[in-house]
């Protein structure tokens, strides 16, 4: 009996990493967006290690298919935005209790739809990109959703050129919130022990 609803909930969580990542391939972010929600409801063990080592293999995917259109100007200040939210993300990790996680991950949640639904225009000078890439890795770190802060930057860019260029800055922005993840003592997050 417990079989079955162990299987229901793989094939849930499958169901919606799958919806999340079609998502992704198509508009250049919306894994965890579309992920992050459901699978903390489910167990929040899954968010944000194993959603961003998921995240991780499907941006080399898309950085692979859409390499050709990657616009390598700024985003150096973008990933180095990334690596300094990606500390921020860990610390909060590190000293908030794990009885609170729930309460930021729902205020990621809504902080990204609140940004992908403003309208907001930035323009993508290396100051902007720097603090757009501050709060994405500070995002993706603590919830997985680290999207829409660069898509506010790169939004007038056009679809292969969208997809490509976050994923490039996804592509390194995850790995280092993965390593500093496991050096923060954060495994639990990153493999769900």
């Known amino acids: ?19 999340g ?16 929600p459901t699978l903390a409801i489910i167990d929040p063990i899954f968010v944000p290690g194993p ?23 700024g985003i150096k200040w973008a990933i180095s935005g990334r690596i300094i939210g990606a500390i921020l993300g860990v610390l909060v990790l590190l000293f908030v ?5 729930a309460l930021i991950f ?18 993508p000078n290396a100051q902007n990109l720097f603090s757009t890439g501050i709060l994405s ?8 959703i680290g999207g829409p802060p660069m898509a506010l930057i790169y939004q007038y860019l056009k679809g292969p050129e969208l997809r490509g260029t976050l994923s490039g800055i996804f592509l390194v922005g995850t790995a280092i919130s993965v390593i500093l993840l496991s050096f923060g003592k954060n495994l639990h997050n990153l493999h769900g022990s």
Do not use: W
Request: proline letters at 2%; hydrophobic letters at 55%.
């Open 51 to 73: 959603l961003l080592l998921s995240a991780f293999f499907l941006t080399i995917l898309i950085s692979h298919r859409e390499h050709r259109a990657i616009q390598f100007k």
């Open 97 to 101: 209790p794990k009885e609170n996680l």
């Open 21 to 36: 990542a079609t998502v992704q391939g198509s508009v250049g972010l919306g894994l965890g967006f579309v992920s992050v």
């Open 1 to 19: 009996m417990d079989f079955i609803p162990e299987t229901n909930t793989l094939l849930i969580i499958i169901f919606i990493t799958a919806l």
């Open 137 to 144: 890795g500070l995002m993706a770190t603590t919830s997985a």
């Open 106 to 123: 729902a205020i990621m949640v809504i902080l990204g739809v609140i940004l992908s639904f403003s309208g907001i225009r930035i323009s």
